[in-house]
């Protein structure tokens, strides 16, 4: 956490955020409400291209993962088995001078082992210096209850991970999927945690989106699995545009592993607040199939008709969550470069991600322009997402979109109506070539597949 970020600050990233409609502060009319964000049009377009690239990865390039979409609300005997119940807690101080301010306290150690400090000395209060409180462990899930009448009604929780979902279908999916390990299931969906500290924009809220997948395998075959994972996900990220610089590969600590993961490693991107967890990739050994046959007496294991072998399956799980994806991929491609004197402030995501991929735009809101860059955005808008864009001088309009990440633009100009061809211009290189109208969807679409490396990786 002690290594100095280069790039935008936070607060860059959040103003652009709000400008251009990808992400608000929730319930902004009414105050907010503390660490709670709404995804306008643009982020809900790039968060659903981080998912879709998610389910690519995990369903459609491969044939050994299938996909679930469990319950938010299960049975509570799911988390008295999973440990969360009992475990599932932060160690929580209060500062009791000045501040009163709550602060997680493995953080704080973190922080000072960090800057070479001794963790288990006395430690004050970063923001006021005053005594703080002893720790107190605080259960991390949001309680609800079932039915009408609190009193009399079941005591629910919120999800805290997704993981679980998966555990306790385990044996509906054997049943008809055919799969046998090694497979995996897959799921996105929203989590809930009553985080003591939440912060630093979406990177850590109480309400938040997950994409984990937990891989079956024998216990001889974990290690071998657990590394494979851990060089999928790290390509992942760099596949789609992360600088590689940004990323490391972190294994845990002995002292840091859960009691069930005999290895864990965090995939750690450098955000502006320095490196932090982006993706956590953990052997969990046979604890979560395990647990769930002792608490509900089903057998979760895997008969192999061919060996006549039965054992409890192993598991890789790599797990990771949307919003911090969203947030680096944000990061990584924010840039303020100058062009012709002027700033200009640009989004270089990979293609694949940005909320559009071209916008057509008449030059001038006259000579039939809009009628044929219309005509132009018709034909494209449903094979490639186009948005038609006639607000404001071309020069405005360019800053939009990149600061969109838009990687395509046309314009429609008076030769067009002469050779019915379109200006195109690159988003990255800003080169402007002329090209037909005729093709263009192909042209387009062809420049999509094409593999894309970042230009700043080339400086
Ligand atoms: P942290 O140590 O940062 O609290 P964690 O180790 O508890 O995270 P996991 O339980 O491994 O996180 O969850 C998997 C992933 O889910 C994390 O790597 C992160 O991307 C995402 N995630 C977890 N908690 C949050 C949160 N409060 N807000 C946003 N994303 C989260």
């Known amino acids: 956490m ?6 935008p ?6 103003a652009l955020c709000k ?10 009319i009414y105050g907010g409400v503390g660490s709670t964000y709404d995804y306008g049009h643009y982020g809900v377009l790039l968060k659903n291209n981080v998912k879709n690239e998610w389910w690519r990865a995990m369903l459609t390039d491969r044939d050994d993962i299938v996909a679930i979409d469990s319950a938010i609300i299960q049975n509570p005997r799911v ?12 160690p929580l101080v209060q500062c009791l001078g000045k501040c009163k301010k709550r602060w997680r306290l493995d953080h704080l150690q973190e922080a000072i082992a960090a800057e070479g400090g001794d963790p288990d000395g006395e430690i004050r209060c970063p923001q006021c210096g005053g005594e703080l409180s002893e720790p107190r462990e605080f259960n991390l899930m949001f309680k609800t209850h079932v039915g009408p009448v ?15 979902g998966i555990f306790i279908n385990f044996k509906n999916v054997l049943s008809f999927s055919r799969k046998k390990p090694p497979f995996g299931i897959a799921q996105i969906g929203k989590s809930f945690r009553n985080e003591i500290t939440p912060g630093n924009f979406i990177f850590r809220t109480r309400e938040f989106e997950q994409m984990e997948m937990e891989f079956f395998c024998t216990p001889d075959d974990a290690s071998k699995w657990h590394e494979h994972w851990l060089g999928e996900r790290m390509r992942w990220y760099t596949e789609l545009g992360i600088r590689p610089d940004n990323l490391i590969l972190r294994p845990h600590e002995a002292d840091e592993l859960s009691h069930y993961s005999s290895a864990t490693s965090d995939i750690e991107y450098l ?9 956590g990739i953990a052997n969990r050994g046979n604890f979560d199939l395990t647990q769930h046959m002792k608490h509900s007496g089903e057998k979760l294991e895997y008969f192999d008709q061919a060996t006549g072998d039965r054992y409890i399956p192993h598991v890789i799980e790599p797990a990771a969550g949307v919003d911090r994806a969203t947030l680096a991929f944000l990061v990584d491609a924010y840039e303020v470069e100058e062009v012709d004197g002027r700033e200009r402030t640009v989004l270089r995501l990979h293609p694949k991600l940005a909320p559009v ?11 039939g322009m809009p009628e044929r860059a219309r005509e132009v955005f018709e034909s494209l808008r449903h094979r490639i997402g186009a948005e038609y864009d006639s607000g404001g001088s071309i020069g ?20 067009t109506a002469v050779d019915d061809t379109v200006t195109l211009r690159d988003r990255d290189s800003l080169t402007q070539e002329r090209v037909p109208i005729d093709g263009l969807a192909e042209l387009l679409l062809e420049k999509l597949a094409a593999d894309w490396t970042s230009p700043k990786l080339d400086a």
């Open 2 to 7: 002690n290594e100095q970020a280069s790039g």
């Open 9 to 14: 600050t936070l607060d860059e990233i959040v």
């Open 19 to 28: 400008r251009r409609g990808f992400i608000f502060p929730s319930s902004e």
């Open 79 to 90: 988390w008295e088995a999973s440990g969360h119940l009992e475990g599932f807690s932060d």
């Open 150 to 164: 609190a009193e009399s009604g079941a005591e629910v929780y919120l999800r805290p991970e997704t993981a679980q």
């Open 271 to 279: 955000f502006p607040m320095g490196y932090s967890e982006l993706e």
């Open 357 to 367: 991929k071209v916008a057509v735009m008449p030059l001038v809101n006259k000579d």
């Open 396 to 415: 405005k309009r360019y800053r939009r979109q990149d600061e969109i990440g838009t990687p395509w633009g046309i314009t429609i100009d008076g030769d």
